[in-house]
């Protein structure tokens, strides 16, 4: 990235900086969205910037974006670096403050964008499908009432941590952490479905997981096919006995797991293909991206 976004302004990636007495750095007060564009257009971002809304009131930081305004700052940064679609994270921050916790909102936030190519994804990937690794590293309690996209990534940095040491990681594997208690709650960058006898099922938000707009998305599109979906509190051993597995975030969209991992011992899913169910989940998102947002 040659140029970073930083309070409606282009700047070199050099220059963009921010205090030290910023509480996002000091205590991680902030929050951020990550989507993409299609056809050079941010997808779902009403969305992605209603919860960002949400959240930043709980904060204390005020929050007034206009989405045509994000929409033009989104497109100039992007063509600043040349892109024509790209991986988009909007941080908001709280700002400078005292050095010390506030009781009151904050007043001078800072709003900071990058862009940065797409990834490659091969479509081997939505054929094929990806391991998933049960983690030992437990999904920490959301800060609130329900989780934030937040800048407290140190639960999600440690999973990654762990994630590597095992053989899966490799074969690009997702890990997968439980509750306190032993739920299923999601991955380390994704939320979590599964498919048992033609019914979808996905963890509660009152797992403490993040309430994901992707996730948020295809609960709607199962539900307008009818396909039932129900949300609750799952075990580890239930997802062994899926017939379909799939993970979901803005950026891959939704990736079939054809694998389970527990230690180094391995399940397979759906035969070591795509589901039924999870391919026409695929093809009913994508038919929404190329619509009007």
């Known amino acids: 990235m040659k140029y970073i976004g930083l309070n409606d302004g282009v700047i070199d990636a050099k220059e963009a900086v921010v205090s030290v007495l910023d509480h996002g750095f000091l205590y991680g007060m902030g929050l951020f969205e990550t989507f993409r564009t299609y056809g050079g257009v941010p997808f779902l971002l009403q969305r992605h910037l209603e919860r960002m809304d949400k ?82 590293t437990r999904r920490n309690t959301p800060e609130g009432q329900e989780r934030f996209k937040s800048l407290h990534y140190m639960n999600n940095i440690l999973a990654k941590r762990e994630l590597v040491r095992y053989t899966s990681a490799s074969n690009g594997a997702e890990g997968l952490m439980l509750t306190e208690r032993g739920h299923l709650a999601e991955g380390i960058v994704s939320n979590l479905f599964f498919v048992h006898k033609d019914v979808l099922y996905t963890p509660d938000t009152s797992t403490g997981i993040l309430p994901g707009i992707t996730r948020e998305m295809v609960m709607e599109l199962a539900a307008a096919v009818g396909i039932r979906v129900e949300e609750g509190f799952y075990t580890w051993d239930r997802l062994k006995e899926a017939d379909e597995v799939f993970l979901t975030n803005s950026i891959q969209e939704l990736v079939p797991v054809t694998s389970l991992y527990e230690e180094e011992k391995r399940y397979i899913v759906s035969d070591g293909r795509t589901g039924i169910l999870t391919k026409q989940l695929i093809q009913q998102y994508r038919e929404r991206t190329r619509m009007p947002i």
């Open 55 to 136: 959240g930043c009131r709980q904060l204390g930081i005020p929050f007034h974006t206009d989405i045509e305004q994000l929409q033009t700052w989104v497109t100039r940064l992007m063509d600043n670096n040349g892109l024509k679609e790209a991986y988009i994270r909007y941080t908001v921050t709280a700002g400078e403050d005292i050095l010390g916790l506030p009781a009151g909102d904050y007043n001078h936030p800072n709003h900071i964008l990058f862009a940065k190519a797409l990834p490659t994804l091969p479509e081997e990937l939505y054929n094929q499908g990806k391991p998933l690794q049960l983690l030992s």
